[in-house]
């Protein structure tokens, strides 16, 4: 049956012939009706199992804390099947959006299929794999047959860069800054849609949780599954490599008032008093929590809820250190296996959640009713220990 549903989607994405796969990440755990259970089950009935590594995307439930997501008994039953299905398929148990901090890293050229636009774009594009945009279902077929359609982001000629952004008209202290790499995706996503951009004249080494977050954010404004990063990312050394030689289709030139347009539409509201912070999407990694370790430090316990979407591996490491105590007692709330904006976690009745992830600005509004204030981690911070908006404008200015 998963040999049918492959094949058939090959013909369909005129693919002429398929290509072994390393790994999936399978996105498709993630509960959103019966019909989902009945699949994995039925793979599950018909003695089904990956041929390949594989790790799962979130699900619609916290394991850890259980206590935490809001909903009647039947859907969090359903919501368990479905997870308890993709495990018995031999899939790891890795509950997150960001399985390359989970020790999934498939290796320069690799095949791939994954599911998860943030991982797709972070494992194209900062570990140079090769994986198309695969949607629920398609991805486990992919993973239990070891292959996937050989077309799209497999090949090299759709790998090629064919719009050159510059960003020489903007601050060098803007370049370094944290938010500012969210903010970049927005735009960027917005921009080009699907296309491959090689993004010109950004710092020569970038923290890996800034390009996860540019790539998160192109792949929810648009459907950016690579881009390059000039002297940064693998495949582009240049950007006469990036572009495979060739002139590009579009040039981009990004200015400041680019930026400050792209972060201003990721807020719906403005100024006054917020009702939480949520961030962590992708999943919060260690060097995210040491910054907000940092933030914390010495201050007052923040007066509105703040939560941390990660992975179950992070939260093993914070308790085996020793600082999960701490960011529980400052006010910090972690959630695991999942996240806020798919799972009602957030208190009911809606408000102003405030947030430093693009992602969460995109999606939230429409998935948990509330409006947005996008803000980087210290205005986070700063907000929930206020009860308001709270930003430092000056960077941006």
Request: glycine share 10%; with cysteine.
């Amino acid at each position: 049956m998963a040999m049918r549903i492959v094949t058939r989607m090959a013909e369909l994405m005129g693919a002429e012939r398929l290509v072994p796969i390393a790994s999936a990440h399978i996105d498709g755990c993630l509960y959103h009706g019966d019909s989902g259970v009945a699949f994995a089950e039925r793979l599950v009935d018909g003695g089904g199992a990956v041929g390949v590594a594989t790790t799962l995307n979130v699900g619609a439930l916290d394991l850890l804390h259980p206590t935490r997501v809001r909903a009647d008994p039947a859907r969090q039953a359903m919501a368990r099947r479905l997870m308890t299905a993709y495990e018995a398929l031999g899939c790891a148990p890795s509950w997150t959006c960001a399985p390359y901090q989970a020790g999934h890293r498939p290796a320069l050229g690799e095949h791939v299929a994954w599911g998860e636009s943030n991982a797709v774009a972070f494992a194209n594009s900062v570990l140079g794999a090769r994986t198309n945009r695969y949607g629920d279902f398609l991805d486990i077929c992919c993973a239990l047959v070891g292959r996937a359609p050989m077309t799209g982001l497999h090949r090299d000629a759709d790998r090629r860069a064919t719009v050159l952004v510059e960003t020489d008209a903007l601050s060098p202290a803007l370049r370094v800054m944290t938010a500012f790499y969210p903010v970049l995706g927005a735009w960027l996503g917005a921009e080009i849609g699907d296309a491959v951009a090689v993004i010109n004249g950004l710092p020569a080494t970038i923290p890996e949780d800034n390009l996860k977050a540019l790539g998160a954010a192109a792949a929810s404004s648009g459907a950016v599954g690579l881009f390059h990063v000039a002297g940064v990312t693998p495949e582009a050394p240049s950007v006469d490599a990036a572009l495979a030689g060739r002139p590009p289709v579009r040039t981009l030139r990004l200015t400041p008032d680019h930026v400050r347009t792209a972060r201003d539409r990721l807020s719906t509201a403005a100024t006054g008093p917020i009702d939480a912070v949520a961030v962590g999407s992708p999943h919060f990694s260690l060097d995210e929590f040491a910054a907000l370790e940092t933030l914390l430090a010495g201050g007052e316990r923040l007066c509105r809820p703040f939560y941390v979407c990660t992975g179950r591996g992070v939260v093993a490491t914070l308790e085996a250190q020793g600082r999960l105590d701490a960011l529980e007692a400052a006010g910090i709330l972690v959630v695991a296996d999942t996240c806020v904006v798919v799972t009602p976690i957030l208190p009911a009745g809606g408000g102003v959640l405030m947030t430093n992830s693009a992602k969460f600005a995109h999606y939230a509004p429409a998935n948990t009713g509330y409006a947005v204030v996008y803000g980087s981690l210290s205005d986070c911070v700063a907000s929930a220990r206020a009860g308001r908006v709270t930003r430092d404008e000056s960077a941006w200015r």
